[in-house]
């Protein structure tokens, strides 16, 4: 709370009324003086934050449609109230439904981080065993996605593809338009996690000309997703360690409360469309480079900056405002993204199986010279979950456009989660933000002749 001339708040210091007095003798309210009337106004502040609709009480007139609060980009604004991931920025801290990332990330399996995000508790072993038989007894497609996605381009980019499918996989299954029915909702909720991993092996295997692996239900989640991309001639003897490494990343991309993607689930699910079309909305919004597809854009800035000698160059540029540090920075994280240190310590697993990723090297003086810079140090930027993660995938064989298929497999349970919640949260509606109009007044039409 800033201070005034007289020792107040300054919000209390200018109406004629102000309240006098200690301000910790005010209950936990704002205090607002509209200067223009004069007038004193008192909302109610819970859980840290004011009710943005409390404004639309503080008018200047009788044609006044009161307050709007205005946020660009929601820098400072709270859309709902979730349950599902926490995270303190300035700490560093995640945690999935309570439960500190660094625990979950190496304790649980997948379906399991993605069982206690939908159902919020941790699963008995009777519980997850019948999640991950519904899960697998639903891995196949209709034989029609496969017919469509021959219509793709040979080098059609993975997002592209994955954003069609999944959009399209509503009218396989009309039924999912009925969202008011909690069993309905599960059906749909086991179909889209157990049919992606199956839709963007076939992705994988178009890009590369190869013919479809089926799903087979004797492996499990991850080892069913990494036989279908890699299996030739019928087999694929896969790598432990680096089956072990992508479940972890998957679960560490599993949720991050109320990020870009999430909120397009949320805000085109709020309209009460069925989750496939939701989820691709969510797939559509990871795609950008400045979210999901960061992963994408940090393998081909290493390439371009080519060589360890050529960092300092580099950075320079950027600090000139020639483009981004890809991987760098968060909207939340001022403070090193948890998921990114523990991502590193993955890379070493898998670098010690495939050999180091020659680009790593051009990574850690990036990152070197990056956090002695005040120009980063000074903005709070930091490594993401971006960062590190494409080095990885690209050590376990999958290309650089493919990186964010995998993101949006991992974040697949938390859009489902974040859904679900805002299906069930009363307070929620249809998302249908206000604005602050500038375009022109009232002007007469101007016919073509006129113009
Ligand atoms: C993800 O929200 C989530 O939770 C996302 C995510 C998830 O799990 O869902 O964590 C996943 O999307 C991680 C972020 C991946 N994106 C990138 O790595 C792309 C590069 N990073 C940025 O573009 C940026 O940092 C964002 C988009 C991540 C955050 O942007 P903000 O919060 O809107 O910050 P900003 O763009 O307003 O930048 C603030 C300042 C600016 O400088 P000034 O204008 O004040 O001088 O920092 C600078 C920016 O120019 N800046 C960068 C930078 N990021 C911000 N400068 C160089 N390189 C960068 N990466």
Redesign the pocket.
């Known amino acids: 709370m800033w201070e005034s001339a007289g020792g107040l708040p300054h919000s209390l210091r200018a109406g004629p009324d102000a309240l006098r007095g200690s301000v910790a003798d005010v209950p936990d309210t704002l205090t607002i003086v509209d200067n223009r009337t004069g007038l004193e106004y008192s909302v109610p502040i819970v859980d840290g934050s004011i009710r943005a609709t409390d404004l639309r009480q503080i008018t200047a007139g009788d044609d006044d449609p009161g307050l709007l609060s205005f946020d660009p980009?929601y820098l400072n604004t709270a859309s709902c109230k979730s349950a599902i991931t926490y995270i303190d920025g300035d700490a560093g801290i995640l945690r999935y439904r309570g439960y500190p990332i660094e625990e979950v990330a190496d304790t649980t399996t997948f379906l399991e981080t993605a069982y206690l995000l939908l159902e919020g508790e941790l699963p008995t072993a009777d519980a997850l065993q019948g999640w991950e038989a519904d899960v697998r007894s639903h891995t196949y497609v209709h034989t029609n996605v496969t017919k469509f996605m021959e219509g793709f381009r040979y080098d059609a980019h993975p997002m592209g593809m994955l954003l069609g499918a999944v959009g399209a996989l509503s009218t396989f299954y009309p039924d999912a338009k009925d969202i008011s029915d909690p069993e309905n909702r599960y059906l749909q909720r086991v179909r889209l996690l157990a049919k992606l991993p199956t839709i963007a092996a076939y992705i994988f295997r178009h890009s590369r000309g190869l013919p479809y692996v089926l799903p087979r239900n004797d492996l499990g989640y991850i080892g069913n997703f990494v036989n279908m991309t890699f299996e030739i001639g019928g087999k694929h003897e896969a790598n432990p360690v680096l089956q072990n490494a992508l479940e972890i990343l998957l679960i560490l991309?599993a949720d991050?409360?109320q990020?870009?993607?999430?909120s397009a689930v949320r805000g085109v699910g709020s309209s009460h469309v069925d989750p496939f079309s939701a989820v691709s909305a969510g797939i559509a919004a990871l795609y950008g480079?400045?979210?999901?597809g960061?992963n994408e854009?940090?393998l081909k800035m290493l390439d371009v900056i080519g060589d360890k000698a050529n960092v300092p160059a580099f950075i320079e540029q950027?600090k000139t405002?020639k483009g981004?540090?890809?991987?760098?920075?968060?909207?939340?994280?001022k403070s090193y993204?948890p998921?990114a240190t523990l991502i590193k310590q993955v890379a070493d697993s898998v670098f010690a199986e495939t050999g180091l990723n020659p680009k790593l090297e051009i990574a850690l003086e990036l990152e070197r010279i990056a956090l002695e810079d005040d120009y980063?140090v000074s903005?709070k930027?930091y490594p993401?979950?971006?960062?590190y993660s494409g080095l990885i995938y690209q050590a376990m064989g999958y290309s650089t456009d493919y990186f964010t298929v995998l993101f949006a497999l991992g974040?697949l349970p938390g859009w489902i989660a974040q859904w679900e919640e805002m299906l069930n949260d009363p307070e929620q509606k249809i998302a249908r933000p206000r604005q602050i109009y500038i375009g022109p007044e009232k002007r007469s039409f101007v016919p073509m002749s006129d113009r």
Request: glycine residues 10%.
């Open positions: 980009a991309h991050h409360e990020n870009c993607s999430t480079p400045l979210h999901g960061a854009a940090v950027v405002g981004r540090l890809m991987g760098f920075g968060h909207r939340v994280y993204d998921r980063f903005r930027l993401n979950v971006d960062f974040r």
